[in-house]
């Protein structure tokens, strides 16, 4: 079984368009986390959610929005595509936020914005 | 958090010990270190993590120096499947995991 699962793995659109990645985990961890790494391969946190509560909000545009509708499921939506959104989106999970556990990381879903 | 910083890149034969570095001149008493690798655009995997003694588990040997200014993650035979980019992090308990560039490390035959 995995882990962390993201779907779609792959996603091509057109700018302007909205679209929702969607994310699993089945490891009954309390926090999840979105990272977007970039063409130059840094990965950078967007967002963590604690109990389906938001406790990091990274300056992350607001057309990127996050939701969490139980304690295993962290959504991405993102309105009004750009260009520059074109990346691979990672969620993951951690048993809890404040302590020193590690983060599993889902596969991936790699996004391109024509 | 403390900045980290790591070779670029290096490279390792198939079989031996990789040796991989990393300085925290500036990691405070609470932060740990932390090293996560990335396999071709897989998500990224833990790999262990300590605080001030020296750690080993199945994957790897975490090497912290006294000072606790650098530390060396060891993966004692390598093989063609670590190649990878390896992340040294230094996190509070209660902070972020903010990943820097890594070393990309290439296991030859």
């Known amino acids: 079984d995995t882990a962390v699962s993201q779907t779609p793995k792959y996603l091509v659109t057109q700018m302007g368009n909205d679209k929702s990645i969607k994310c699993e985990q089945n490891l009954g961890h309390d926090t999840m986390y979105w990272y977007k790494q970039d063409s130059k391969k840094f990965l950078k946190i967007m967002f963590s959610y604690n109990n389906k509560e938001l406790i990091i909000n990274e300056t992350v545009p607001n057309r990127f929005s996050p939701k969490s509708p139980d304690k295993a499921h962290l959504n991405l939506h993102i309105n009004s595509l750009e260009l520059g959104d074109s990346a691979v989106y990672f969620c993951?999970?951690?048993?809890?936020?404040w302590g020193t556990g590690e983060l599993f990381f889902g596969e991936g879903s790699r996004l391109t914005v024509l | 958090d403390a900045k980290t910083t790591q070779p670029t890149s290096m490279d390792c034969a198939e079989g031996r010990a990789a040796n991989l570095p990393c300085n925290h001149s500036?990691?405070?008493?609470?932060?740990?270190v932390y090293w996560y690798r990335q396999i071709h655009s897989q998500g990224p995997q833990y790999i262990i993590h300590g605080l001030k003694n020296n750690e080993t588990n199945e994957m790897a040997s975490l090497i912290i120096t006294e000072d606790r200014k650098s530390s060396t993650l060891i993966l004692p035979h390598a093989t063609l499947r670590d190649t990878a980019v390896y992340y040294c992090i230094a996190r509070t308990s209660y902070g972020k995991l903010t990943f820097g560039q890594g070393t990309i490390l290439t296991v030859h035959p």
């Open positions: 500036t990691i405070s008493g609470n932060e740990y």
């Open positions: 993951a999970s951690s048993q809890v936020f």
